[in-house]
């Protein structure tokens, strides 16, 4: 008999050889219908896969991330299998799941694959679907791996497995198809309900452009029909969000091959747009105490040896920069945290000085492959809203708390609804792998725990998850069309303070070491904006936007009054823009409409001669009616107060 432990924590005792899909069964008929793999031991396998030691289990299915891989890679072999019949003489390279789907990479010989050839892909996979062919896992001598794809005339997969070593080869087979392949799969390939061909683009083989130029099929598949409708209407929707696409129309950054890849160009809008968020967030950070500091873009190498960033980062970063006549060696700052060590250490410190919070916006250089890059999501340098708060272990949770609360606040304030909290605790199995007492770890991820359960987050736990240098915890948002971000990171670390040899005086005159926690709310004001741009789509808050309101006068007769009741705005605080073009006033309504300003004021003769504004509000809600300016200026500045309240 061996034990299984399920993630309640509870134990079963089976068979030795007992496969999690039985055990699914031993639970619920129902559970086990959904069960699509099996995470034992930390290892995804089939659910049908005999389990012969004790072991933790966990059941996957659609709605974990694991589940879904295992569907999508198991989709990629449907998928050949259509290809195959429909296409007799194809060779297949690898087929891999993503994260959206999966792909396969395919020799079509003369056949150009194309847009036209999805439709009837799609119904071969699904008539192949119901067929609910088992996925059967053997394991095979490479000597016989290789005659098998030698007789089918595969150079590919031939390729891969001269590669591999022998005794750990296995194919796994569904109807008429057998692939090269380590698993895991589903059980069988009627889970598969729904299926898109997404797209299909140019791939090397093995990414060297010696080689030979394959199709890289890329496509989705779904356990119900009404799921792949609803994905198809979110990927129309992000289209239409993109922050590439809106950050170009409403004149936010630019991106410039002269200056180079992933260097992104903030023009006057976007800066005026950062800027705010940047003072919104120093606000509040004054008010919890942080300090604010400044550090060089570069740093000695020394300093990058002396927190390890050298040794574990080095050979993947910019090259060093040198000095031109001693030859020194300086490194573009990847990370703020060993300048600011080097400020905690500047002047004795006392527990007296616990917490020391120093913040900066701190701009780093991180080199990304091109394929890589991606708006400003994936970028070679950015701003991090960083800061480091010194403190005692006992302070931990108090700080911890602390950051809680400032994330909370900001995801309020910016209509950021729904999200969770990722806590990342230490490998139970493992515990040499990680820096630090014991007590300290413990005491820390005691309190993150609780501090995260006193805030009423909702929270998952990951054990293994946590870095080498301490636990932390993650805030995980879901957008406005449910795509998920990671946002908001606090970390505490046992590491560099160890590495730069911080120290303060204790209450007992002797001297003690603090701790680090690193924590990061928007993550870099680049990441950040474009995730605000998307989920938003561009309708910035109101407190926010760039331009609050655009005044029209109605004809080039009123430019002069509109003006002056811009400047008016103006020492109200509100940002305004008029349009003087002589167009009519209802483009002018639409264009403004489409620029996503939030207030347009109309402006004619009335207006005029009463020193008035007619209001509209963009959206749905149109005319407001006519105000004074001060009534005006006075109802904007209420609803920015409430929304920052
Ligand atoms: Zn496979
Ligand atoms: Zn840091």
């Not at 569907?71 to 799941?97: C, D, Q, R, T």
């Not at 003072?279 to 500091?293: M, S």
């Not at 909370?408 to 007492?437: M, W």
């Not at 741009?533 to 609050?548: M, V």
């Amino acid at each position: 008999m061996i034990k299984i432990t399920l993630p309640d924590g509870s134990v079963r005792e089976v068979e030795s050889g007992t496969t999690a899909l039985q055990i699914a069964q031993s639970i619920s008929e129902g559970l086990a219908r959904n069960v699509l793999a099996a995470e034992v031991n930390g290892e995804i396998i089939d659910s049908f896969r005999p389990i012969t030691t004790d072991s933790t289990l966990k059941l996957l299915t659609w709605n974990d991330d694991g589940g879904k891989s295992t569907m999508w890679h198991s989709s990629a072999h449907l998928m050949a299998e259509a290809l195959e019949a429909l296409y007799p003489g194809v060779k297949l390279a690898i087929g891999p799941p993503i994260e959206n789907g999966f792909y396969y990479d395919v020799d079509f010989g003369t056949h150009s694959f194309a847009q036209e050839d999805f439709d009837k892909v799609e119904k071969k996979m699904l008539e192949l679907a119901r067929t609910k062919s088992e996925f059967v896992r053997k394991e095979v001598s490479k000597a016989d791996a290789l005659s098998y794809f030698t007789e089918k005339g595969d150079p590919y997969k031939i390729e891969l497995i001269n590669d591999l070593e022998d005794g750990k080869i296995t194919f796994y087979t569904q109807g008429n198809f057998t692939d090269l392949c380590r698993g895991p799969h589903i059980p069988n390939t009627g889970f598969v309900k729904a299926a898109k061909l997404l797209n299909v683009a140019g791939a090397y083989w093995r990414g060297d452009e010696k080689n030979k130029m394959l199709t890289r099929v890329y496509a989705i598949t779904f356990p119900k029909q009404a799921e792949l409708d609803e994905y198809l209407k979110q990927v129309e929707e992000a289209k239409k969000r993109d922050h590439r696409k809106l950050g170009k129309e409403l004149g936010l950054f630019h991106f410039s091959q002269k200056v180079g890849s992933g260097l992104p160009l903030w023009l006057p809008k976007g800066t005026d747009l950062r800027m705010r968020l940047q003072n919104f967030l120093q606000v509040a950070q004054k008010k919890a105490g942080y300090l604010q500091v400044i550090t060089p873009h570069i740093g000695s190498k020394e300093l990058y040896e002396t927190s390890g960033h050298w040794a574990k980062y080095g050979a993947d970063s910019f090259r060093p920069i040198s000095t031109p006549q001693e030859g020194e060696l300086y490194m573009l700052k990847p990370m703020n945290c060993p300048h600011h060590c080097e400020i905690f250490k500047a002047a004795p410190r006392s527990y007296r000085d616990l917490p020391y919070r120093l913040a900066e916006f701190g701009t780093v250089y991180r080199f990304e492959q091109t394929g890589e890059l991606h708006g400003l999501t994936r970028v070679r340098g950015f701003t991090q809203d960083d800061a480091h708060i010194f403190c005692t272990v006992d302070q931990v949770k108090e700080e911890v708390g602390k950051v809680i609360d400032l994330v909370l606040y900001i995801f309020k304030t910016l209509d950021f609804t729904d999200f969770l909290a990722q806590v990342s605790l230490r490998d139970p199995a493992n515990p040499s792998k990680y820096i630090g007492s014991d007590e300290n770890w413990d005491k820390a991820e005691i309190a993150i725990k609780e501090v995260a359960a006193e805030k009423g987050l909702k929270t998952v736990v990951e054990l293994g998850e946590a870095a080498f240098y301490g636990p932390k915890l993650d805030f995980m948002v879901r957008d406005a069309i449910g795509r998920k971000w990671q946002l908001g990171t606090v970390q505490i670390d046992y590491n560099l303070p160890e590495r730069f040899e911080l120290e303060y005086t204790g209450a007992d005159n002797q001297k003690h070491r603090p701790v680090m926690i690193h924590r990061a709310p928007f993550g870099s004001m680049e990441r950040f904006v474009a995730i605000l741009i998307e989920h938003c789509a561009g309708q910035f808050p109101l407190w926010l936007t760039p331009e609050q309101v655009r005044i029209l006068p109605v004809s080039e007769k009123y430019n002069d009054y509109a003006k002056k009741v811009s400047s008016e705005l103006e020492n109200y605080d509100i940002r305004a823009l008029v349009d003087e073009r002589n167009e009519k006033v209802g483009k002018k309504i639409r264009e403004a409409e489409l620029e996503k300003v939030p207030y347009m004021l109309i402006v004619g003769e009335d207006e005029q001669a009463a020193g008035t504004v007619s209001a509209r509000k963009r959206g749905g809600e149109g005319d407001l009616g006519k105000f004074s300016m001060a009534d005006f200026a006075e109802y904007v500045n209420n609803e920015i107060k409430q929304m920052l309240a």
